[in-house]
């Protein structure tokens, strides 16, 4: 459908539950054409439509709500800098008993146990959003952070029992992205805010866990050439973030390597242009041309034993205070990229019409009375990639 088409109708109608409906095709049409503005817009339209407090009024509103809180959260980790993401508009639509577990509670399926740790990612993002712009204090942001543990362990269990019964159809990808974003989201647990951010060096467990199950999900699907559109999160944002913040250079190459490898569009992410925008990063933070980038990047591996190692952790070990994941990795013999060297923040403008991207890094200051150092500005083109 044409997108001014689905807009005009969208203004004709005047039933919440087809507007609820409509409200998907046109934030998925919406970041196809780079209308990011628009887009925000129509996940906060349809999130005010959503019944409230799990209410199961619509036949189709809860799996209309799943989908939306995946967009949701692939829109809030897309931040263009023409139209960032309204958090605080966002923070005032929130339900506050979104995300509460109950123990002996039971997730039948994966697409639940996804949707509801989509849910808790989403309150860490808020919440750490929230403390960093002062609009809560640190006490809450603990007090938030104490309950989401707590919720954690429970969907963690109940996790544990789902794959515990037996079941003929087989969800090997389903499993394997559940993983993916529940490490993830342990990951953004252990680094408070306003850590510095050599704070990430400490866990090289999570990105390497990350890096080789984003591996065994690529593996287990069919190889394409043409270009894979899904509405939903699943690999390019998890190895964005690791290739962006781990400083390691063989483990954030081995990340960069599987985006560039792919040819994907995620919601509003694109491989290419995520692959692009990092390799800057890497080449600014540790000093390096571009053409030497490339060549260290065939050196980049993760053998079969990691990726079996990475689907046996069981979910039961990780509330475990005496768990500690372990990790192929070291800092031994490797230089650390110095902490004002490091890059604290990435603000994308996307020009969509001529298939270029200004790309600002923020330098980390070194000093703690400056919020940030440097600026560097470069362009991204794709008409000559």
């Known amino acids: ?19 609820l409906a409509l409200s998907l095709p046109l934030i998925a049409t919406a970041n196809m054409l780079g209308f990011w503005r628009d887009s925000h817009a129509h996940i906060l339209s349809a999130l005010k439509l959503l019944p409230r407090g799990g209410a199961q009024s619509w036949s189709d509103a809860a799996s209309i709500g799943a989908t939306l809180t995946r967009m949701d959260l692939q829109s809030m980790t897309f931040s263009d800098s023409a139209s960032p993401y309204p958090f605080d508009t966002r923070f005032a639509l929130s339900d506050p008993r979104e995300g509460e577990l109950q123990p002996g509670g039971q997730r039948q399926t994966y697409s639940q146990a996804s949707s509801m740790l989509f849910v808790l990612i989403r309150q860490i993002i808020f919440h750490t959003q929230a403390v960093e712009d002062h609009a809560i204090s640190r006490i809450t942001f603990m007090k938030a952070h104490a309950r989401l543990e707590t ?26 992205s559940v993983r993916i974003y529940h490490t993830w989201l342990r990951l953004m647990m252990r680094i408070p805010p306003f ?87 890497i080449a600014k933070e540790e000093s390096i041309a571009m053409d ?21 952790v069981p979910w039961s070990a990780w509330s475990s205070s005496e768990f500690e994941l372990p990790t192929t ?39 703690e009375r400056k919020a940030f150092g440097d600026t560097k500005e470069y362009v991204i083109d794709y008409t000559r990639r």
């Open 329 to 367: 990795y070291t800092w031994e013999g490797v230089a650390k990229v110095p902490e004002e060297e490091r890059v604290l923040e990435m603000l994308v403008l996307s020009r969509f019409d001529d298939q270029k991207i200004d790309l600002r890094l923020l330098m980390c200051s070194g000093d």
């Open 195 to 281: 850590s510095p951010q050599t704070a990430n060096d400490e866990n090289l467990a999570y990105f390497e866990r990350i890096v080789v199950l984003c591996k065994v999900f690529l593996d287990r699907q069919s190889p394409v050439q043409d270009l894979q559109l899904s509405l939903e999160p699943a690999l390019i944002v998890p190895l964005f973030e690791t290739a962006k913040r781990c400083r390691h250079p063989r483990l954030r190459r081995t990340a960069l390597n599987l985006l560039k490898g792919m040819n994907r569009q995620e919601g509003m992410w694109r491989s290419d242009g995520a692959a692009s925008a990092v390799e800057i990063l």
């Open 151 to 176: 919720n954690l362990a429970l969907l963690e269990q109940q996790m544990a029992d789902l794959e515990a019964r037996p079941t003929k159809e087989k969800h090997e990808c389903a499993s394997i």
């Open 292 to 312: 030497e980038l490339a060549d260290l990047l065939a050196t980049s591996h993760i053998s079969d034993h990691l990726e079996e190692a990475a689907l046996a």
């Open 1 to 19: 459908m044409h997108y001014g088409k689905a807009m005009s109708l969208a203004r004709s109608l005047d039933s919440p539950e087809r507007l």
